[in-house]
């Protein structure tokens, strides 16, 4: 089963889950894909993830987080012991979000919606300081990222299944060719290379 988690102000309508969303159909994989809309609040949105893989066995189990979906999912790796794959993650995201408190819209309908000062406290909350087991990870860090610093990226998953990729953005406008390589880093078993 995958989880992807987007990012924020996104949607189940972003790029990359569109991608994700193709490919698994393609391969007759589509009831394997959860992809929900995540309500502003990080609490909220963690309890909706937990919801969401309640009762599934963590080694079946991988969760794809995009931005701030990437923050969220290694709270959720960390706490589940399942695997994770990292698009562009926050590593940060209560010093970045900070400048969005007050009325926002959503990129792909402009509807607007609420980010509330105490939603910076919730991420302080949910932040995880460093992973416990790297192998359960897989980074894809652009360099031309225009909204995260890719190496805060790369330190803050040592040891992990690292692709750093040259160039491209937040975004990762290219990543149909990655889909591949992510589904197999998801398809793994525990203790297999």
């Known amino acids: 089963m995958i989880l992807y988690l987007h990012g924020f102000r996104s949607s189940p309508q972003s790029f990359k889950a569109r991608v994700m969303a193709q490919r698994l159909q393609a391969l007759g994989r589509s009831a394997e894909f959860i992809c929900p809309q995540l ?4 609490r ?3 309890n ?12 079946t189990l991988s969760v794809i987080g995009s931005s701030l979906g990437g923050f969220y999912a290694t709270k959720l790796a960390e706490q589940l012991g399942c695997r994770a794959v ?12 900070g400048k969005y408190i007050g009325s ?6 402009d509807e ?5 000062p105490e939603y910076i406290d919730e991420l302080e909350a949910i932040g995880v ?9 897989l980074l894809l860090a652009a360099t031309g990222d225009e909204v995260l610093d890719w190496h805060q990226m790369v330190a803050h998953y040592p040891g992990a299944m ?3 990729i040259e160039g491209s953005d937040h975004g990762i406008s290219e990543f149909a060719d990655y889909v591949d390589a992510v589904l197999a880093f998801c398809d793994r078993r525990p203790g297999s290379a």
Do not use: C, W
Not at 39 to 42: I, K, L, N, Q
Not at 51 to 57: E, F, K, S, T
Not at 104 to 109: A, G, I, L
Not at 129 to 137: D, K, L, M, N
């Open 44 to 46: 909220a949105a963690i």
């Open 86 to 97: 990292l698009l562009n993650p926050a590593v940060t995201p209560l010093h970045d979000l």
């Open 48 to 59: 909706l993830a937990q919801q969401l893989v309640a009762g599934m066995d963590p080694a």
């Open 104 to 109: 926002t819209t959503q990129f792909h309908s």
């Open 162 to 164: 690292q692709h750093v």
């Open 112 to 116: 607007p919606f609420e980010f509330k």
């Open 129 to 137: 300081a460093q992973i416990t087991q790297p192998s359960r990870y």
């Open 39 to 42: 309500p502003a609040s990080p």
